[in-house]
């Protein structure tokens, strides 16, 4: 089963996309499977990080905003605006695809983990991705 | 099919766990296949590196514990201690799930390749993953 | 269904392998399911990354190169050359293994995505994948 859900973004920033995941989980009714999530873009991508505490969400966007800055001048690809080509880069080095085990029917993570896209856009936009439930 | 595991991590190293993955491709007795694993954690993560000179693992730590430094003032988020933030973000440049595809019956590995439990707080403790064997 | 193919790369770059996941899908006529594709080695590894303008392509390589330097004096694995070692941590840091959804019998790219095998190596070789395909 592939089912696409869709994200709308409000600029740099983690969203959170777990309770989405669930909803397909709990739709397929598969009680051990494998949810595996997509994102169609290539200047945002997927990670699973702590739900917690937001300050970790908020250090890792500083941290790798600093690691991968703007207005690099050994950047040659400029025309899509100087955030463009630091998303490609982020998302390189981040995922653009994730797998969780399906168990007891539902998404298998641990009790601190979160799914989240991250979009590395200043501009926030509609993300698309699809999810694919396997046995 | 998914099995839970549990790895006794001794502080920031990569624990190798290919024979544990191994045991539970064995046990499905799967000829071909995926085998899936996710860590269920947010400060330890995935990687699939070389198995054969100890040294390639060594330097790849030290150059991640450089490029991701403890008491960087960046960092908000101190409470959990200075080994913490850094792992949030070392988990997040690597993996916290993988897939191999299984061939006559086995991981299909190359032949240099073992798969590594990444930990990276200082403290060892017992992480746990969970393995999905699909068809 | 695992298949395995391989590429000859040509030295640092990202080589497109998105034609032959495609053959490899339609040859296997699921509608919807799961292709999955792992590299067998540890100093090159898998993106998906933009396929319109080669120049992000080009700009990701450069940045990375920068990252991850040659000649590091922090490197003591030196045996098989200076490019080996930033091969393993390029590697680590992106991806080994990645999974796309099948959807209407195709790949469930995005369409400005494309999928790449990223040679770390100065020295191209060949390059061996096996591919996955799941329901």
New interface residues.
């Given amino acids: ?2 089912r ?1 859900i869709s994200v709308q973004t409000r600029g740099q920033a983690l969203h959170e996309i777990t309770s989405d995941l669930a909803e397909v989980v709990a739709d397929a009714g598969v009680e ?3 949810c ?1 999530v ?5 200047s945002a991508s997927l ?4 739900n917690a ?1 937001p ?2 969400r ?3 966007e ?3 905003n ?3 800055a703007e207005n ?1 001048p ?4 400029t ?1 899509e605006g100087p955030d463009d ?1 630091p998303s ?2 982020k ?13 007891s029917g539902r998404l ?6 979160g799914v989240y896209v991250w979009e590395h856009r200043r501009r926030g936009s509609r993300r ?1 991705l ?3 439930i ?2």
């Fill in positions: 089963m592939v696409k051990e499977g494998l595996t997509m994102i169609q873009h290539t990670t699973i990080q702590e505490d300050s970790a908020c250090d890792l500083n941290w790798l600093r690691l991968v690099d050994l950047y040659t690809h025309a080509m490609h880069i998302a390189a080095l981040t995922s653009t695809t994730l797998s969780i085990p399906i168990a298998g993570l641990g009790r601190w983990q698309s699809l999810v694919h396997g046995q």
